[in-house]
C-alpha cells in the first residue's frame, strides 16, 4: 500500500519552532519530488515549500522563505520540514506530497501535479 506519513505537528507559541517529517511506505521517495502544503480554516490549500530528488534544489512560498527549510533524507525515505520563529498565520493543517521529477513541479508548487498524499498534521501557533 502506498501511503505518505506526516508527523511533528503541535501546538507551538509565536517565535517557536517545529519540525515536520513525511515518511513514505511502499514505494521509493528517492524518486519523487517531495512539496509540502497547508489549509487553514475557510482557506485554499497552498503550496509551502518544494524539493528535489536529491535535495540540491528548493523552493518556498514567499511567506516561509528565512524562515522554513525544507530537507531530505532518502536513505531513511524522509523528508522534513524545519520551521523556525513561526507566526500565528502558519497555523493549518500541513500535508506532504510526493510528485514527478520535473522543473515545472518544483517552481510551482501546484496540487494539481502530485498524486501521492499524506493525512496531513496539525500545526497551531497561538500564545
Known amino acids: 500500500q502506498l501511503q505518505l506519513v506526516e508527523s511533528g505537528g503541535g501546538l507551538v507559541q509565536p517565535g517557536g519552532s517545529l519540525r515536520l517529517s513525511c515518511t513514505a511506505s511502499g514505494f521509493t521517495l528517492p524518486a519523487y519530488v517531495v512539496g509540502w502544503f497547508r489549509q487553514a480554516p475557510g482557506k485554499e490549500r497552498e503550496g509551502v515549500s518544494c524539493?528535489?530528488?536529491?535535495?540540491?534544489?528548493?523552493n518556498y512560498v514567499d511567506s516561509v522563505k528565512g524562515r522554513f527549510t525544507i530537507s531530505r533524507d532518502n536513505a531513511k525515505n524522509t523528508v522534513y520540514l524545519q520551521m523556525n520563529n513561526l507566526k500565528p498565520e502558519d497555523t493549518a493543517v500541513y500535508y506532504c506530497a510526493a510528485g514527478p521529477s520535473r522543473t515545472k513541479v518544483i517552481a510551482t508548487i501546484d496540487a494539481k501535479d502530485f498524486g501521492y498524499w499524506g493525512q496531513g498534521t496539525q500545526v497551531t501557533v497561538s500564545s
Open positions: 524539493i528535489s530528488i536529491n535535495g540540491g534544489i528548493t
